[in-house]
């Protein structure tokens, strides 16, 4: 094996927010800041998603179940994810980085590389653009940051995670090998526990013992490909370029019949072929939905399409099956039926998550894509639909206590915007009436039945209102 040709310059940065979620609780949440905040599922199988760096220090970290996050860490605040408002925030953070170049491949909703090849660093060297990068994000994101430079991916990467919290790390190619040796393995990407135990049994503990093995050893021990990787990891030989990205806009399929259908029940019967087909696609580019469009095209050529939006992007297959079902309920079946299709759209990646938050029953469920199309209604697909449900809550309109969950927000006529903390058993709300513009706000208990509390939208980075997401999907734009 030979070295690949690397970049002269530590030119690759990688960005990453830190403690995301919980740090735009905290912009959000004045009377938040400094204080333990955890966010992710509240049911009784919910996971932290994000923990806050106060939190992190009583031992919380994220993927921990709920329940023992709150045992670690009883002062924390709970409160739900609200992807509106972290879309929001991401959005400005790939904005930094956009400014300087084309080049950025993001790899979830907070982190992202960027070529910077391009760019001219001034009298303070690399290590000035990545403080400029950094400030910029944050004072685009108004969230803290982090960011991490090198010649690859790999070391960028490494460097950002030095770099946490709030900080820059630059690694320039002569101190590469300083900066990598003494890491322990565990920190390499792809090196799980079971491959770190099996280092382990050979003596293998840093990456300066890595390096130290011959390669038919590390095959021997890890596989072809896993060894071959950590042979060229060890050694920094990483020359993967940042792949300029565009988000897709949707993921979907259409299925022509030989013959036309005719009545309800023969479309309803084609519909999951289709649907799981549409879901494979989606599932190839790691994404979740929020529209699920169902496109029906009669024999006489007229197409009519009906789209149904669900709360939160899901990639949970029985929950975009059962959208899809709905979505053609709303389909007036006039005439014989030509093409039947089904598109999933608001794509993003980072709604996976929404299904780990549910706990660990409902991941497993949907990670499994296998199996007969049109599998709704199965008892497994029904338990995972329970699981979802503490997620999938009603965001808008009139609040009712049963909608109530910790960190939503809300509207008051006199008391303005503020943000659900919790719910007593005689059906009063807690709410904290603050916004990032008001400083650390009054808590007052509510009875919604009387009082007129309003479920509402995130505000975003820059306190204004945000476009409600259901209303601007156009089911008729998306192409097929
Ligand atoms: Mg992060």
């Known amino acids: 094996m030979t070295a690949p040709r690397l970049r002269a310059e530590p030119s ?14 905290q912009a959000q949440r004045p009377s938040l800041r400094g204080r333990p905040v955890l966010v992710g599922g509240t049911g009784p199988r919910g996971v932290v998603a994000a923990a806050s760096y106060e939190a992190r220090t009583m031992g919380v970290r994220s993927a921990m179940s ?12 709970v409160v739900v994810p609200r992807f509106d408002a972290y879309s929001a925030f991401s959005a400005r953070i ?55 430079m090198g010649r690859s991916k790999l070391v960028a990467k490494l460097a950002s995670a030095a770099a ?71 050694r920094g030989w990483d020359d993967r370029p940042v792949a300029e990205t565009r988000e897709r806009k949707s993921a979907g399929a259409e299925h ?8 309800r029940a023969e479309v309803a019967a084609q519909l999951p072929a289709v649907a799981e087909q549409a879901f494979a696609r989606l599932e190839r580019h790691g994404g979740a939905a929020r529209t699920v469009t169902v496109k029906v095209r009669f024999a006489g050529f007229s197409t009519v399409t009906r789209a149904v939006s669900l709360p939160s992007p899901t990639a949970d297959r ?34 996976q998550l929404m ?32 699981a979802l449900r503490p997620v999938a809550r009603r965001r808008r309109g009139r609040l009712r206590v049963e909608d109530a969950a910790p960190g939503l927000d809300v509207r008051h006529p006199t008391h303005g915007r503020g943000w659900v903390v919790n719910t007593r058993d005689d059906g009063r709300v807690a709410v904290r009436f603050e916004t990032a513009a008001t400083g650390p706000g009054r808590q007052i208990w509510l009875d919604p039945v009387t009082e007129e509390v309003e479920l509402v939208g995130a505000l975003g980075p820059d306190g204004a209102e945000l476009p409600d997401a259901a209303a601007a999907d156009d089911p008729d734009g998306e192409d097929t």
Do not use: Y
């Not at 979830?108 to 994000?137: N, Q």
């Not at 029985?318 to 794509?347: C, I, K, M, Q, Y």
């Open 12 to 25: 690759i940065a990688h960005l990453d927010a830190d403690a995301f979620f919980a740090s735009v609780e």
């Open 66 to 77: 709920m329940a023992s996050a709150r045992r670690a860490c009883p002062q924390a605040t």
């Open 94 to 148: 790939m904005a930094a980085l956009r400014e300087r170049t084309d080049a950025v491949e993001p790899l979830s909703i907070d982190e992202a590389f960027a070529d910077l090849g391009t760019v001219r660093p001034g009298p303070d060297g690399w290590p000035g653009v990545a403080r400029d990068l950094r400030e910029r994000a944050v004072d685009l994101a108004g969230v803290p940051v982090s960011v991490g």
């Open 164 to 234: 946490k919290p709030a900080g820059v790390v630059v690694v320039a190619p002569d101190d590469e090998d300083a900066f990598l040796l003494p890491m322990p393995v565990r920190s390499l990407w792809g090196v799980g526990p079971v491959s770190a135990e099996r280092l382990e049994k050979i003596g293998v503990r840093t990456v300066e013992d890595l390096r130290g093995q011959p390669l038919d050893t590390l095959t021997m021990v890890l596989g072809e490909a896993a060894g071959s990787n950590l042979f060229r990891v060890a």
């Open 256 to 263: 022509t019949f030989e013959r036309d259908l005719h009545g």
């Open 318 to 351: 029985a929950a975009l099956h059962e959208a899809a079902a709905r979505a053609l309920d709303l389909v007036e079946l006039t005439e014989p039926v030509r093409l039947l299709g089904v598109a999933f759209s608001g794509l993003s990646e980072h709604a």
């Open 355 to 386: 299904l780990d938050l549910a706990g660990p029953a409902g991941a497993a469920g949907a990670a499994g894509s296998a199996g007969a199309a049109g599998a709704a209604g199965s008892p497994a697909d029904a338990d995972d639909a329970e």
